[in-house]
């Protein structure tokens, strides 16, 4: 049995307003948002492979990113897709010798922060599940508006909470999910745990996550 870290960097930021895209833009520490992802993955001592899928457009400035790591753990990078969706699906179908009892966490590249802990604990989650998403409860209300944008009902806070990644599932079901979604023509899902959820293939743990595990969409998160 494996465990393989899918990090997704297939987007080109363009909510960030630079001429860069935003898994390029260097942190503090002087690495890139790419860079430190890889890193939190390649040096946690679950992880046995690491996958990285990219935007084919800057497919050569990934792997001089990566490169330069000089990465000790097995890493493949992959060209990705048009969607989210598709980006994940290339990552898992880019697993080599699947065994359906592996473990694949898929993480967004723009978490860079992601700990060692809620690693460990999305791989000990699946002592118990098929599918494990990481998660913090919401700190904010949440209105559910109706057509005119009006507020049509408010839910109970202590019942919602705000989806991070990774999100982790043994290789049958993510490869089932992916394929299910193919065969319909449905790729709009914005994370893989609704995938799951959607064709109702399992039941969804929770691991919990952490504010600094937060994702990095605008200029100003850095």
Do not use: W
Not at 57 to 73: D, F, G, I
Not at 106 to 118: C, G, L, Q, T
Not at 177 to 192: L, R
Request: proline share 4%; hydrophobic share 40%.
């Amino acid at each position: 049995m494996k465990k393989i870290a899918i990090l997704l960097c297939g987007g080109a930021g363009s909510r960030m307003q630079s001429a860069v895209p935003k898994q390029f833009l260097k942190l503090d520490n002087g690495y890139s948002v790419l860079q430190n992802s890889v890193l939190k993955f390649a040096e946690n001592g679950n992880i046995d492979a690491i996958i990285i899928v990219a935007n084919e457009a800057y497919r050569a400035e990934t792997e001089q990113e990566v490169n330069y790591l000089n990465l000790s753990k097995p890493c493949k990078i992959v060209n990705g897709g048009e969607s989210r969706s598709a980006s994940s699906a290339a990552g898992v179908k880019a697993i080599e010798n699947p065994d359906p009892s592996d473990i694949v966490l898929i993480h967004d590249v723009a978490r860079p922060f992601v700990s060692n802990e809620i690693i460990d604990q999305s791989c000990s989650a699946m002592t118990h599940y098929q599918a494990v998403s990481t998660v913090i409860p919401s700190s904010d209300t949440i209105y559910i508006l109706n057509e005119h944008g009006e507020i049509e009902s408010i839910p109970d806070r202590k019942n919602l909470c705000n989806v991070q990644t990774p999100q982790t599932f043994r290789y049958r079901i993510i490869a089932q999910a992916h394929a299910m979604a193919a065969a319909i023509g449905k790729n709009d899902f914005t994370d893989d745990s609704s995938m799951i959820h959607y064709f109702n293939l399992a039941e969804v743990g929770t691991v919990t996550g952490s504010v600094e595990n937060k994702k990095i969409t605008y200029l100003t998160d850095l």
